[in-house]
């Protein structure tokens, strides 16, 4: 999907012109993708604009900083005022928000340490990301790559450089066909895919990796969780041989961009009938009432967005 460009970057606290928010090629990140960075979700309410788990988000990118020894000059609520100023401000949602923390232009070689750190925040305009058909369910295989293995490089930090594997485990998919692939981890359990977490219903009980299992610690994941347990939906978090995968009544991933979106075939095995399966549903229905305003708030998720307009300008 190409991106949209608005007006507005926010970079360093100030909010500079999109075509500024330039970097030298010889920056730090270019050389040895020294970044971490985040993707948020601003919903588009009738009460107007909000940025679903704002806190949580601007939290683990803080995290991630500090597992890399980053010094950022934000606190996590200077980062998350930040995103609601710049989406404030360019009046685009609902949009995909990006704050990202780089090494920038200083030093050559590896140490980092004597490389300014750059904060950015940018949004735009976005849409289903599996695509439209995603909610009937997608085909996906299980990846040939394995994921980032424990003590290699941090599944915890959502880093720049992670994604060179994702990146392997999505072109692998495509090329093959298939709308996404799941890794497994080092000890052939179910990681995740390139960019969302698994989920698998067995007999009526939800299961999902451990973050030991070389997971991000998903936003989304984490508020699949909440609810699952707030239906009464017996949860557990434990390693999930590959067979399970095809064994499974329902799976299906979660994340920022994918949302819920059910796994109809892996392999080209159905995963249940095929189609969206029961427990996903009502799962969906919570997760999707919330953040659509039809139902309330009531995990406190979602922060508004002071906008000039109700009206978004240019979607
Ligand atoms: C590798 C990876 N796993 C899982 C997720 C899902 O995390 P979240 O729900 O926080 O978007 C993402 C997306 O950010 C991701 O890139």
Redesign the pocket.
């Known amino acids: 999907m190409a991106i949209a460009k608005t007006e507005n970057i926010w970079h360093n606290g100030k909010l500079i012109p999109w075509d500024d928010a330039c970097l030298h090629v010889m920056s730090h990140v270019v050389n040895y993708g020294s970044s971490v960075f ?2 948020v979700r601003c919903y588009s309410l009738p009460s107007g604009p909000a940025i679903f788990r704002a806190n949580e ?1 601007i939290q ?1 990118l803080v995290d991630s900083a500090k597992i890399y020894r980053i010094d950022v000059d934000f606190t996590r609520d200077e980062i998350v005022a930040g995103m609601l100023e710049v989406v404030g401000r360019n009046g685009v949602w609902p949009c995909y928000v990006r704050p990202i923390i780089l090494r920038g232009y200083g030093e050559a070689g590896v140490n980092p340490f004597n490389s300014p750190t750059e904060v950015y925040i940018a949004n735009y305009a976005w849409g289903k990301y599996l695509g439209s058909d995603a909610e009937q369910g997608v085909d996906v295989c299980v990846s040939s790559w394995t994921r980032i293995a424990p003590n290699t490089l941090p599944a915890m930090a ?1 880093s720049g450089a ?2 060179m594997n ?1 990146q392997l485990i999505k072109m692998e998919a495509i090329i093959n066909g298939y709308a996404e692939g799941i890794a497994l981890d080092a000890n052939g359990y179910v990681s ?6 698994v989920f698998v219903v067995r007999n009526g009980v939800l299961q999902t990796a451990p973050l030991g299992n070389s ?9 699949v969780l909440t609810i699952a347990k707030d239906l009464g939906i017996p949860v557990v978090e434990q390693g999930i041989p590959r067979e399970m995968l095809y064994l499974a009544d329902e799976v299906f991933f ?5 949302e819920i979106t059910p796994i109809r075939s892996i392999d080209k095995i159905s995963v249940g009938k095929g189609t969206i399966g029961a427990i996903t549903k009502q799962i969906q229905r919570e997760f999707y009432g919330i953040v659509g305003g039809d139902k309330p708030d009531r995990f406190n998720w979602l922060t508004p967005v002071p906008v000039r307009s109700k009206q978004p300008v240019g979607v």
């Open positions: 985040e993707g988000h683990r959502k992670n994604y994702s995740e895919g390139s960019g969302e977490n997971v991000l610690p998903g936003i989304t994941r984490d508020s979660t994340g920022t961009a994918a």
